[in-house]
């Protein structure tokens, strides 16, 4: 039986809660490249959040874990031609995936949501995703 809980929250609209910039963007990527969100937490309840924010449908691969650090070399390895970038709100991730695949482009998005203890220098800085396009093919 679903909790009413559980049920507000499978009927939660997540695609007002996406960055405004968001859908634009990975629409125009998508155009260019394969694009995957590599994600972590709560298995069902990203999966949730993904398929109710349409954002299943601007990716070719999603991919869930637990920790997804833990699980980057692995899947890096379906990809052995390709040059991965790896973009994320929080630079310890970043410095963490680096540690674990040292060939990772970097890039931050810098939305200064996440106050991080880090000295770790991606090797790029955003604020919106609308800049990825620029950065990745400058």
């Known amino acids: 039986?679903?909790?009413a809980i559980q049920d507000a929250f499978l009927k939660q609209d997540f695609e007002h809660f996406l960055y405004p910039e968001t859908v634009g963007s990975l629409k125009e990527l998508k155009r260019v490249a394969?694009?995957?969100?590599f994600t972590q937490g709560d298995v069902t309840y990203q999966q949730v959040k993904i398929k109710q924010s349409g954002l299943d449908r601007l990716v070719e691969f999603?991919?869930?874990?637990?920790?997804?650090?833990?699980h980057l070399d692995e899947i890096c390895r379906f990809?052995?031609?390709?040059?991965?970038?790896?973009?994320d709100n929080q630079r310890t991730l970043l410095e963490d995936a680096v540690k674990v695949v040292p060939s990772l482009k970097t890039v931050w998005i810098d939305r200064s949501?996440?106050?991080e203890q880090t000295n770790f220098s991606p090797?790029?800085?955003i604020n919106?995703?609308?800049?990825?396009?620029?950065?990745?093919?400058?």
């Open 128 to 138: 919106t995703l609308d800049q990825l396009q620029d950065v990745i093919f400058s």
């Open 34 to 37: 394969d694009l995957a969100i």
């Open 79 to 87: 990809f052995p031609d390709r040059e991965i970038w790896y973009i």
């Open 62 to 70: 999603i991919y869930v874990f637990d920790n997804k650090i833990e």
């Open 113 to 115: 949501t996440h106050p």
């Open 1 to 3: 039986k679903v909790s």
């Open 123 to 125: 090797n790029h800085t």
